[in-house]
């Protein structure tokens, strides 16, 4: 899903300080864990040569300076100086919920006076609390919103994001929602990726029947949005006050039967075990705060990515994150995400992300960087186009005012892109 924009026939990124490429140390196909989630691939002095929207080259200056389509002199070629700036691919963003119309601001100040998330969503508050803005705009409206989202995403260096519907909860909305997202994804050169999440949460005309919700989502919302092919994934929050396990499980199965992929927000708040969503190879498993040893032990033996969302942490306001070394040193694969939505992360900058993902769950800079680019590709199983800098893969590159890989999680508060490009396409992030 990417628009048709020009393309000049070629775009040569050239003298960056650091090159990070991301090429994958051992060439296989799977997500990276252990000791390659410290592997950048950095060339120094590097260049990038790109035509039609697809990577061509990749090396220092002086080696692709050299390369036929530059020398051939027909070529019109789009010379970007990188001197001072740190080059690499574009940020994988696996897990957002950009279809929304205001902030919760109230919801917002009650924690800070001291409510709970859970608190705030008994009292009506909550992810319920954007549910009459979603199912009150039109498709076109919403799309505008997820737009302005996305825009942002790209102006700090995002090239690819997967967007989740889940605000709309009625067969309509979450329709109108999937829809929005087309839209939206027609208007930005970026790649997105659409998921229903009509199992948000219960909606309040189901709340004496929560299981007339779930039997709506398993036969009308999944078979509508596999025929009309509005979505590739289907999601759905298994948590205390949202889905149960067996709920939860009915959705994913039902998701699997219409060949969709599935993924899950899981042990966000409490803990829950793993096994009943294994069963379905989710694609990824979101948050994980209370993930156990047990599951933890289970999870490195996977290609299931583990998508961990600390800005959502950072907003609420919480001390504990999820125990991301005890899940890096077991040799679980690690995804970093914005989870961008009104309740729990406004958010959407990867870097900043970058940043808490350091400073409170002590990955290392480079962990950070694997899991915000490649394992976030295959988090929504994209690695053979995207999260790293190839030749044949797209050209989804992000340039960053910095000499040094660290300094892109170390800045906070600012944005240091300078420039990103979408499936080729250039956007200054002025
Ligand atoms: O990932 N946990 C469920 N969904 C979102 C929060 C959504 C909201 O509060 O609006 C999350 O944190
Ligand atoms: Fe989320």
Redesign the pocket.
């Known amino acids: 899903m990417h628009s048709d924009n020009q393309r000049s026939s070629a775009t040569l990124l050239t003298h960056a300080a650091q090159l990070l490429t991301l090429r994958s140390p051992s060439g296989g196909s799977g997500p990276r864990r252990a000791a390659e989630m410290r592997e950048l691939g950095i060339i120094e002095d590097g260049a990038v040569l790109i035509a039609e929207g697809k990577i061509v080259a990749v090396g220092t200056t002086d080696e692709i300076a050299k390369h036929e389509l530059l020398t051939a002199k027909a070529a019109h070629v789009d010379e970007i100086d990188c001197s001072r700036k740190v080059v690499l691919p574009g940020f994988v963003d696996s897990?957002t919920?950009p279809v929304?119309t205001a902030p919760?601001l109230i919801?917002f100040e009650k924690r800070i006076a001291g409510a709970t998330?859970e608190e705030i969503?008994e009292a009506g508050g909550?992810?319920r609390a954007?549910l009459r803005g979603v199912r009150d705009a039109r498709r076109q409206e919403l799309a505008a919103h997820v737009v302005r989202g996305l825009d942002e995403m790209a102006r700090h260096g995002t090239t690819t994001v997967e967007c989740k519907s889940?605000?709309g909860l009625n067969f309509a909305a979450e329709m109108k929602s999937l829809e929005a997202i087309r839209e939206a994804s027609h208007q930005w050169p970026g790649w997105v990726v659409a998921t229903l999440?009509a199992a948000?949460?219960v909606p309040p005309e189901h709340r004496e029947n929560p299981e007339e919700y779930v039997r709506i989502i398993c036969q009308d919302m999944i078979p509508t949005a596999a025929k009309l092919k509005l979505a590739a994934y289907v999601d759905v929050?298994c948590?205390r006050g949202?889905f149960s396990r067996e709920q939860s499980q009915r959705i994913l199965r039902t998701a699997v039967e219409y060949n969709l992929g599935v993924r899950a927000?899981v042990c966000?708040?409490t803990p829950a075990q793993l096994a009943p969503l294994i069963e379905f190879h989710p694609a990824s498993l979101?948050?994980l705060d209370f993930v156990s040893d047990e599951d933890v032990a289970v999870l490195s033996k996977l290609d299931t990515v583990a998508t961990l969302?600390p800005a959502?942490n950072y907003f609420l306001g919480l001390d504990t994150f999820a125990p991301a070394r005890k899940l890096l040193d077991a040799g679980v694969a690690v995804a970093l995400a914005t989870?961008y939505?009104?309740?729990?992360?406004p958010t959407a900058s990867m870097p900043f992300v970058l940043s808490v993902a350091c400073t409170h769950m002590k990955m290392s800079p480079a962990e950070a960087l694997v899991a915000a680019t490649d394992n976030g590709a295959c988090a929504l199983q994209l690695q053979g186009r995207k999260g790293s800098l190839e030749p044949g893969k797209d050209a989804d590159i992000a340039i960053f005012d910095a000499q040094d890989y660290r300094e892109l999680a170390y800045w906070f508060g600012v944005n240091r892109c300078r420039e990103t490009i979408l499936n080729g396409v250039r956007q200054t992030a002025a």
């Open positions: 897990h919920h929304f919760r919801d998330y969503a909550g992810i954007s889940g605000y999440l948000h949460v929050f948590e949202a927000h966000q708040l979101d948050h969302l959502a989870d939505n009104p309740g729990t992360s």
